[in-house]
């Protein structure tokens, strides 16, 4: 089993929706979440990190984690074409700030 | 502007041959990482390092070996030991895990590498 799940995709969604991406992960242990936005031939952007559980925003992405059932999800809010990227998902592991990556799912935003 | 600068944006090799791929940041952070990104995947860990002249194997690490002289500068190299080195090549850094802070790495341009 891959430490880091997701959806490949890629997700449809309309302009002005909002879009859900989810990942899962197995080791129970992790603590910290991390979300990053890839577009395509470019490096990976930054966009929030979560590591209690529940709700955080920022802007119009929110980050849930739900540690009982591993998983944690972005949403993005009023949804734009520029959105259209791959969005990983990865959680640290270890004391030394290594970062495990997911593979990505790829979202569509459609006018 | 601080940030993080890599070279070359893409680069040709030939089988048997070495290749040095730089990463530069003054964005005066610890923490330097290199990944590895192929089509449809992850991205993977090949070498990190925490402190000037320290350095430590990622998950993939045969085939690359790294340098960290500097603060600023951690190059990677690709030897001819790398079987399928072809990949989109990624460093990052970050503030040191001690320092307390998020610690979210934050990323170069990448180079991509070719094996011709």
């Known amino acids: 089993q891959k430490e880091v799940e997701q959806n490949s995709g890629p997700l449809s969604v309309p302009e002005g929706a909002i879009a859900s991406l989810n990942c899962t992960y197995s080791?129970?242990?992790?603590?910290?979440f991390f979300w990053y936005r890839q577009y395509s031939g470019k490096s990976p952007e930054f966009i929030m990190f979560?590591?209690?559980?529940g709700d955080k925003e920022d802007g119009r992405f929110t980050a849930q984690l739900n540690k009982a059932s591993q998983y944690v999800s972005l949403l993005i809010r009023d949804s734009q074409p520029s959105d259209s990227a791959t969005y990983l998902c990865?959680?640290?592991?270890?004391?030394?700030?290594?970062?495990?990556f997911g593979a990505g799912t790829r979202l569509a935003v459609h006018p | 502007d601080g940030g993080i600068t890599q070279s070359p944006k893409y680069l040709f090799r030939k089988e048997g041959q070495n290749v040095t791929l730089s990463c530069e940041q003054n964005l005066n952070h610890d923490a330097m990482y290199w990944y590895r990104q192929d089509p449809g995947q992850g991205l993977r860990l090949i070498y990190y390092?925490?402190?000037?002249?320290?350095?430590q194997k990622g998950d993939i690490a045969e085939g690359y070996s790294v340098s960290r002289e500097k603060k600023e500068s951690f190059p990677l190299t690709v030897t001819s030991a790398q079987k399928n080195p072809t990949a989109f090549y990624l460093c990052a850094s970050s503030l040191s895990p001690t320092s307390g802070a998020t610690n979210e790495q934050f990323f170069g341009p990448g180079t991509r590498l070719t094996v011709l």
């Open positions: 990865a959680l640290r592991a270890g004391g030394y700030n290594k970062l495990i």
């Open positions: 080791d129970r242990g992790s603590q910290s």
């Open positions: 979560i590591y209690s559980n």
């Open positions: 390092s925490q402190i000037v002249n320290d350095f």
